[in-house]
């Protein structure tokens, strides 16, 4: 697919322009050390990938609560206990979690040329502490708060789509997961590429796994910066 139409490029946050991988593993890793014990990275992401969607496939929940039951129910499969208080902090420790390195560079550049907006399974407020660090003012953010949905849910894209402005063949949609991202964009025939990040969990990260075909794929936003770049020159 030509990307010479696009005038629009919509992006998912967590696991794509924010490292939450890391940021996860940061206060994932002591919780789950406890006496001999301590359970691997990848088993920590894959168990935290498949609570989140069981949890997001059910009646509508904050993200915020959403961050803290799936921690508490990792510690119920894993037989380590995770104390309410411990799903809090976890849940508010999403405000800290850091941009990748090339993610506002290459953000502030792909504005010069296109419309920016965010497509995220997130809490207005809690996006609106992740919003400082990204460098750039989007123009327009759908959370799962605002359409009560979570992503692989077409709403969430068809709300974009709605705000965007463009036609749906105007717009290229940017994303870390398979699951949540390239399935529904290839559903819903918008042009996608799959932000395929480094991972200590290879094609999956902290997101449930899943099997999907992107049109365009990449592995850093910096690479997607000069691709689109390219386009139409």
């Known amino acids: 697919m030509a990307l010479d139409s696009i005038r629009l490029i919509s992006f998912d946050c967590y696991g794509t322009l924010i490292d939450w991988e890391s940021g996860m593993l ?6 789950f050390s406890q006496g001999r014990r301590s359970v691997p990275d990848t088993e920590l992401l894959e168990h935290y990938g498949e609570v989140e969607y069981a949890l997001e ?9 959403v961050l803290s039951r799936a921690v508490q129910e990792m510690g119920r499969r894993l037989d380590m206990p995770i104390s309410e208080q ?17 993610t506002v560079a290459a953000l502030q550049s792909m504005k010069k040329k296109y419309k920016l907006g965010i497509i995220s399974n997130v809490d207005d407020d809690l996006f609106a502490a992740t919003s400082t660090k990204l460098g750039v003012n989007f123009d327009f953010v759908v959370t799962a708060q605002q359409v009560r949905s979570y992503k692989p849910s077409h709403r969430n894209f068809q709300e974009a789509l709605r705000r965007g402005g463009v036609s749906k063949q105007q717009v290229l949609h940017a994303g870390q997961s398979l699951l949540h991202d390239i399935a529904p964009a290839n559903a819903l025939r918008i042009t996608n ?22 049109d365009y794929e990449v592995r850093s936003l910096a690479e997607l910066s000069s691709l689109v770049a390219t386009a139409g020159a």
């Not at 590429?193 to 992107?214: H, I």
């Open 26 to 31: 940061d206060v994932l890793r002591p919780m």
């Open 57 to 65: 496939s059910g009646p509508y929940l904050l993200y915020r609560e």
């Open 86 to 102: 411990q799903g809090s902090e976890f849940a508010q420790s999403l405000t800290q979690w850091k941009p990748f390195p090339d």
């Open 193 to 214: 590429v799959w932000v395929n990040r480094p991972s200590v969990r290879p094609g999956a990260g902290a997101a449930k796994a899943a099997s999907a075909v992107p």
